[in-house]
């Protein structure tokens, strides 16, 4: 058997914090390791597997469509995306009636900038602290954290940040050269913090006053993760733009930038080589059918609130605050949650930090109760 670990090493640029784990395979929301080992996956690929590993909706869809056309440029027409753009438009907010589609959400984030300067003839973004929108020079603009973005500077100009859920800091910041403001509903990367709603409707009401557009980052929260289809149904307001990717295509590779009426973009202002491709399409197409016949959104909601009862009827002392919406979940400790991710590697569950102290778990939402069952039993194990 090859040494896999050692071929990645010698072969890929080490930007990655590595797990001394080889994964080789999932189903549903397990995966097994080289060695044959078995875990229970409660990050899901941060949020992509919502529809569990090896969907198999998605693996038809994607080996039939690989069979028939894989690529098609934006310069023609094609099937598989007319039925996706048709599918996507009928679960989205109904006053988003537009799409951009790309590969990933830090592109989505980089054609939302791009297009709110463009539309507003204005430059200024404000993005709230501990936000995370992606990694290119745009996105990384609009991201807070100083690791980040130490070393990469100058960035894009015109970007301030605000606290999260703290409205009178907008309002000292937006002026007549404001062209967007970015938030997301949830902070997943920044710690599971959660949107109050309303903030939000404060914020909605300053950007129709100001003719500041509002750009809501759903990359992580999208796709049935918090108990709706959207995050944004929890706030009781509209975006101008939303960005979409992780979860979209059941894994695949794929990401969209949703736009309201309010957007226009000249032919040939904007592009993308494989955004919208039939393959990414046709897994889009088979993971949206997914999420609506088994009610994802519902099942999401209730294993949350299962999990959450759980976790309370422990009153662990190592933990300061348990924060869940739907199955997007943060455990914020007393301490470093770095130890504790690895003692439940060991235990085989797979589970994600957001920060230093928090410990973050996006399982596939077709996880089972006696998954979650032994997720809590094993926390009240370390956490005790």
């Known amino acids: 058997m ?11 640029v080490d930007v990655y914090p590595r797990r001394d784990v080889v994964l080789v395979k999932g189903k549903d929301a397990r ?3 080289d060695k044959g080992n078995e875990y229970i996956d409660m990050a899901a690929g941060i949020s992509v597997a919502n529809i569990g590993h090896a969907n198999s909706k998605v693996v038809e869809a994607i080996s039939q469509q690989a069979a028939t056309l894989i690529t098609c440029p934006n310069t023609f027409y094609n099937d598989a995306k007319a039925i996706f753009l048709e599918k996507l438009f009928s679960i989205v907010p109904k006053n988003l009636t537009r799409a951009f589609l790309t590969n990933s959400g830090t592109e989505a984030i980089e054609a939302a900038i791009k297009f709110a300067r463009l539309n507003t003839k204005k430059t200024k973004i404000i993005a709230a602290m501990k936000g995370f929108h992606g990694r290119t020079y745009g996105a990384l603009s609009a991201t807070y954290k100083k690791e980040y973005r130490d070393g ?14 703290n409205f009178e800091k907008i309002v ?9 403001i970015i938030l997301e509903p949830i902070q997943g990367e920044g710690g599971i913090n959660i949107g109050q709603k309303e903030y939000f409707k404060k914020v909605r009401q300053l950007c129709s006053e100001k003719n500041i557009l509002l750009i809501i980052d759903e990359i992580q929260t999208g796709f049935c993760r918090t108990g709706k289809l959207f995050a944004i149904e929890h706030l009781g307001i509209e975006a101008d733009m939303m960005t979409l990717a992780k979860s979209i295509a059941g894994g695949f590779p794929m990401g969209a930038l949703l736009c309201s009426d309010k957007i226009t ?19 889009g197409n088979a993971s949206i059918d997914f999420m609506i016949e088994s009610k994802l959104w519902e099942q999401a909601e209730a294993k949350g609130k299962y999990l959450k009862e759980k976790l309370e009827k422990l009153s662990l ?3 300061r605050e348990i924060r869940i919406v739907g199955l997007m979940i943060g455990i914020e400790l007393k301490e470093k949650v770095q130890p504790y991710l690895e003692e439940l590697l060991k235990r085989k569950i797979v ?11 996006l399982p596939p939402l077709v996880i089972s109760y006696e998954d979650l069952d032994k997720v809590a039993k094993e926390l009240e194990d370390i956490l005790k």
Request: charged share 25%.
């Open 31 to 33: 995966v097994w390791d």
């Open 351 to 361: 589970a994600l930090p957001a920060g230093t102290t928090v410990l973050r778990m």
């Open 317 to 319: 002392s190592k933990i």
């Open 265 to 283: 973009v000249e032919k040939s202002k904007h592009g993308s080589t494989f955004g919208g491709n039939p393959l990414a399409c046709a897994a």
């Open 152 to 165: 990469f500077e100058p960035l894009v100009p015109g970007f301030d940040f605000v606290p999260y859920n």
């Open 2 to 12: 090859k040494d896999y670990k050692s071929l990645i090493e010698q072969y890929e």
């Open 172 to 180: 000292q910041l937006a002026d007549d050269d404001t062209a967007a």
